[in-house]
């Protein structure tokens, strides 16, 4: 019988953190291999002065970069196919992933693809389905974030929209991990406060989620609990004062640590947040925020001892129930909504959302094991905004 404290522990990569590191883009272009680097992002950045000032960066470095910027905010094989006729057109030999999530995670599937004869849909997220890539083809990849939300930089997987299907899809490689991350708070000031919230509530979902995943992994629940530590402190700050350097690196540093943490598994906030990104075009971010604390007590005969200790080490009275009335209280004070009716979510197609939500990835790593009925339950809460009917 296998020992419970067996594991296979994977941490992340470089990164080069501090305000001011996109001076440094070249030299981590030239540390990943990169001298034709394709600079992928979204279209709200692509005439900003922030991908004038990366651009420029390259340009004197001696690697001038080719863009693309086709980008959806919840992204589509079409964007990613797009990317890579891209990064050939170009003759590229590297991508320098630039933005938010969506950014990212099309930068990095273009890099990964770029090198690959099988369909896309061929390395999702399933068993070792990874096994079937070309290592040896995948192009290096630098990251640079410009929100707080989805440690995409660090993660080794990507989210992409199947379009026939509208099933939002994980893609999975170990080497599509970037090999140089910047993290430069100074890119991040201009974000507006709701989506500085919405990515924050992101990162805090990625942090709860690995702290409730089942498994032997120290490293992860430490870095997990650090990390929503440090979102509890500095999200309000950077929402409130979106100048204020000190919460914007460590939002980006909590972003990260989420991401590095939910190595060790995600749930159902992700599985209920991802068809409903891909059926209604909602913010990820902010999905997850709404349905955080329904999925939080729906878990809670597996994980109510661990939040008990998570609250006492945040300085929150009541244990289980008063972590749960701090996170309704964070969420407010955020300008998070309640419910997914709010969202402009209705109940015609819970049974469909229902049943994604149980083949989704993320539902393995649920402390509980939940069915579609399960799930269909936990929609129907959270349109309505009815903590009590998410209850366990």
Known sequence: MTSPFTAAWNYPTRVLVGPGRIADLGEACAQAGIARPLLVTDPGLMSTPLVA?????????????STFSEVKGNPTNANVEAGVAAYEA?????????????????????????????????????????????????????????????????????????????????????????????????????????????????????????????GFHPLADGVAVNGARLIKLYLPRAVADGADIEARANMLAAASMGATAFQKGLGAIHSLSHPVGALYDTHHGLTNGVVMPYVLLANRPAIQERFTHLARSFEIDGG????IDWILRFREDLHVPHSLAELGVDESRIDEMAEKAERDPSTGGNPIPFKAADFARLYRAAIRGDLDAARA
């Open 90 to 214: 170009a003759g590229a030999d590297g991508v320098v992933a630039f933005g938010g999530g969506s950014g990212l995670d099309v930068g990095k599937m273009v890099a990964f693809m770029a090198g690959q004869t099988r369909p896309i849909w061929d390395f999702e997220d399933v068993g070792d389905w990874w096994t079937r890539a070309d290592a040896a083809a995948i192009a290096p990849i630098v990251a640079v974030p410009t929100t707080a939300g989805t440690g995409s930089e660090v993660g080794r997987a990507a989210v992409v929209t199947n379009e026939a299907s509208h099933e939002k899809k994980i893609i999975f490689h170990p080497k599509m991990q970037p090999t140089v991350v910047i993290l430069d708070p100074e890119l991040t000031v201009g974000l507006p406060p709701k989506l500085t919230a919405w990515t924050g509530f992101d990162a805090l979902a990625h942090c709860l989620e690995a702290f409730s995943a089942p």
């Open 53 to 65: 000032r990366a651009l420029a960066v390259l340009e004197a470095a001696g690697s001038p970069a």
């Open 320 to 323: 289980f129930d008063g972590f």
